[in-house]
């Protein structure tokens, strides 16, 4: 876990070296908010091998649950956050229920129809913007308080959840569950021939998974102030894939270092060139090629 | 003899027209080791897969301590005592032989639907995985990822892996396939410090190790059972020699 926690560190002390302004803080907001949604992908690919081509419905699911109450003025924490996550959840263990009983290929295919179906249904909303999407009236509230509105606490709020969900993650992995999960992706048949059928612990991981990232989807919303149906396109599925590839299979932590890899290369490359996507796809290719075990497999070796 | 553990009655499974479990009954009775022997695609392994729960046969029962299983999955018949090993090496290669085993005992003793406490610092499992891995020889080898073990010791493993299940009764798919003279050897030696312990249905080609550990041995060909006796008698058998001993002088 070395690696995460030097980044954890070096986030904790951005705003003190030089990155407190507003659009770094943006920036790294979302660097933290696409990791954690990252980390609970992880626990899918990397821990229970369920390769989901459709995590971005639970973070989109999370944030327009938070559209949804600010519609009727609900905005605070205390009853946004559990709603969220609930529903993200809600909506994981009901695709999930069916999508964990096909596997390889067609898990994939299935995940990425139910994460379409979410996308269309987003699209369909006109009362909350539709395809254009809907600017929120304002950040939650925390028990009346209106401390997210500043930049710091924001910033600190993402990179304690991170935090969380990092450990969090981390210790249901080596639990009792995370064992058996973990053991189910190695070799399924020697799993159930010591009694145990894997479907309940992977559909439970499903569940966890998706409340997670809907939980990185309600600070999603709160850090733009604003969601659109973009935010559970396929694409973006595709990018958290992307990331926790990159970041390497081989440790949690890659999900990290993944998702700060990616967003910052993007970024970069957004700045050099108007053509950034013809240098980043190649990039990427070539990240899979050579980076045999992603970022964390160069990190061991190094 | 006493009721047996596991009676196996008018089984019956067909692959198109080929007919690969053919009315097979036959009984095992506690703390017996009972080996099925015949010649290549007698349906040995075909039979396994029935009793372990990947096959589901056509016609027939299989009573488990009294209940029918015929119904159920691999994981709720193993939930019931009945452990299996591979004939082809099943181990989880990026999880240590502790850990291999201690999977095993967490299927047993309690809830698996624990996500705080760590796993791997569990005293109670670790020492009944520690158990079985010294019974099979492979407690120095514990802390080793079971993916660089030799081949034998993988066999070992399967063996501590069942054991961890604390079976009442072992299906031991050619548990000597793979291995050279001496590990033949030292497995021989772990299965014969079973005998009694627990009830065995062995499968197994190594006629030489069949012979010294069978109780009884049942005889399958074309997936009929043409005999079941004890080894003085299978041997001396006529029709058996012609089936499978007498291919075997020959090759």
């Given amino acids: 876990m070395r690696a995460a926690l ?58 327009y649950a938070v559209v949804v109450l600010d ?18 959840g809600l909506f994981a263990l009901v695709t999930g229920a069916v999508a964990i009983r096909t596997s390889g290929v067609h898990f994939i295919m299935i995940t990425l129809a139910f994460g379409q179906m979410a996308f269309f249904t987003a699209s369909s909303l006109a009362a909350y913007g539709g395809d254009d999407g809907y600017t929120l009236y304002g950040r939650m509230t925390v028990l009346g308080h209106r401390w997210l509105e500043d930049r710091l606490v924001f910033h600190y709020l993402c990179l304690g959840l991170l935090a969380l969900a990092l450990l969090g993650t981390q210790m249901v992995l080596g639990s009792r569950f995370g064992r058996v999960l973990r053991a189910a992706r190695e070799n399924e048949l020697r799993v159930e021939a010591v009694g145990f059928s894997p ?7 499903y569940a966890v998974a998706g409340a997670v990232a809907g939980l990185a989807g309600v600070l999603l919303a709160n850090a733009t102030e604003f969601v659109a149906p973009s935010y559970l396109a396929w694409q973006r599925s595709g990018d958290l894939l992307f990331m926790v590839i990159l970041g390497g299979l081989g440790s949690l932590q890659g999900a990290v270092l993944g998702a700060v890899g990616f967003v910052l290369l993007e970024e970069w490359l957004g700045h050099l060139t108007e053509h950034w996507r013809l240098i980043f796809g190649p990039l990427l290719v070539l990240s899979v090629l050579f980076l045999k075990g992603g970022l964390v497999g160069v990190l061991r070796r190094g | 003899m006493a009721e047996a553990l596991l009676e196996v009655a008018g089984l019956r499974k067909r692959f198109g027209g080929l007919a690969v479990t053919d009315d ?71 999880f240590s032989a502790l850990e291999n085993a201690a999977l095993a005992v967490q299927a047993r003793c309690g809830s698996s639907f624990r996500f705080l406490r760590m796993a791997a610092a569990e005293r109670g499992l670790n020492d009944e995985a520690m158990a079985a891995l010294e019974q099979v020889g492979l407690g120095a080898r514990a802390g080793v990822m079971a993916g660089r073990l030799s081949h034998g010791e993988k066999r070992q493993l399967e063996l501590a892996i069942a054991l961890a299940m604390r079976p009442r009764l072992l299906l031991l798919d050619e548990p000597l396939a793979g291995a050279g003279p001496e590990e033949t050897e030292r497995l021989v030696g772990i299965l014969r410090g079973l005998r009694g312990q627990y009830a065995i249905l062995l499968v197994e080609h190594d006629m030489q190790a069949v012979f010294a550990l069978a109780d009884r041995i049942s005889v399958l060909v074309y997936g009929r059972v043409i005999a079941t006796d004890v080894p003085a008698v299978i041997r001396a058998n006529a029709e058996v020699r012609a089936a499978y001993l007498g291919e075997d002088e020959a090759a």
């Fill in chain 2, 24 to 94: 097979v009954s036959f009984d095992v009775a506690a703390g017996e080791i009972h080996a099925v022997i015949g010649p290549n695609g007698a349906g040995k392994t075909t039979l396994i897969h029935q009793l372990s729960g990947t096959l589901r046969p056509e016609a027939g029962s299989i009573r488990f301590g009294g209940r029918e299983v015929v119904g159920m999955g691999m994981a709720r018949r193993a939930r019931l005592g009945l452990a299996r090993s591979f004939q082809i090496t099943s181990v989880l290669p990026g």
């Fill in chain 1, 71 to 88: 519609d009727v003025r609900i905005t605070d924490a205390a009853v946004v956050v559990p709603v969220a996550m609930g529903a993200a």
């Fill in chain 1, 6 to 63: 030097v980044v954890l560190a070096a986030l904790a002390a951005a705003p003190f070296l030089g990155f407190g302004e507003g659009y770094s803080l943006t920036l790294l907001a979302r660097v933290m908010i696409l990791a954690m949604a990252a980390v609970s992908l992880w626990l899918l690919v990397g821990g229970a091998g369920l390769v989901s081509l459709g995590h971005a419905a639970m973070l989109g699911i999370g944030a």
């Fill in chain 1, 199 to 205: 479907y309940p612990y992977r559909l439970v991981a």
